[in-house]
């Protein structure tokens, strides 16, 4: 494979800091159904089916579920949206 | 409660109804615009309109002045769109103990989240916990077991509201 004679990126600690990834997490709670949990899973992060049951079950089992990690702006965006289905969700940034 | 067939069907392209809706669903249903009336109790407050963060407190409070309003306006909007539905409710037939209702089917979301809304306020004002949820020696006359059953009866709609949502029973009822 052939590499190009592109320079190394060296990163900033700034744009370091800013790339620092962000876990979006749900949390569990007696009322919401599990059915509900799936669906707005499915809905907001497009998950299938199988991938949505997944993180409900790891939500009803283990309290948490991370169910998505990337940049802060778009991790705010899903928790909005979570917040607007009334699901308990936080975003932590990533422990390096 | 679940041997009395509860269904959801598409009327035509525009409607939908929701048909044998039991007794203890429809006093759910008619209480329903008062539950969400307690919204901004102090208890409920946090649940609905929960922190971003487990820590960042400056980050919380930012999120509380600007994305709160917007979720706020969301939650009541929801809300009023299925208390003018419900005005539609109506007994099956003269002196029948199931009701029915019609309404437009872009307002299936909104009766997803004032359904879902009324479950979470009632369990917060009465600190519902799992176990409880668990409990089937309900007593209608005590306020706590009648939150309890009014938060099943209506997981009960949630639940084929969903199922309604996933394609299923979407056929018009013939």
């Known amino acids: 494979m052939t590499q190009t004679g592109t320079a190394p990126i060296h990163e900033t600690d700034t ?49 948490r579920s991370i169910v998505w990690t990337g940049e802060r702006e778009q991790a705010e965006h899903y928790v909005h949206q979570l917040h607007g289905y009334q699901l308990t969700a936080t975003m932590e940034k990533v422990e390096v | 409660m679940n041997q009395i067939h509860l269904k959801i069907c598409a009327v035509d392209e525009k409607h939908v109804r929701i048909s044998a809706i039991p007794p203890l669903l429809a006093y759910a249903l008619r209480e329903l ?30 999120w509380k002045e600007f994305t709160t309003p917007e979720l706020r306006h969301l939650f009541i909007s929801a809300g009023e769109t299925v208390a ?74 949630l639940e084929e509201l969903i199922r309604f949502g996933d394609g299923e029973d979407s056929l018009p009822s013939a």
């Open chain 1, 15 to 63: 744009a370091e800091s800013l790339a620092t990834p962000w876990n979006v997490i749900v949390h569990n709670d007696p009322i919401n159904l599990m059915s509900y949990v799936t669906m707005v899973f499915q809905r907001v992060f497009g998950f299938a089916r199988t991938k949505a049951e997944q993180h409900m079950m790891e939500v009803h089992q283990k309290g």
């Open chain 2, 33 to 62: 615009p008062h539950i969400l009336e307690k919204r901004d109790s102090p208890e409920v407050h946090a649940r609905l309109f929960p922190a971003p963060t487990e820590k960042d407190l400056q980050m919380n409070a930012d």
């Open chain 2, 84 to 157: 003018q539905d419900l005005a539609g409710m109506e007994p099956e037939a003269e002196g029948a103990n199931l009701w029915h209702i019609e309404f437009l089917a872009n307002h299936v979301d909104a009766w997803m989240s004032a359904v879902n809304q009324a479950r979470l306020i009632l369990g917060e004002l009465h600190s519902v916990t799992d176990s409880d949820m668990e409990r089937k020696d309900l007593d209608f006359n005590n306020p706590k077991d009648r939150a309890i059953l009014i938060i099943h009866a209506l997981a009960w709609l």
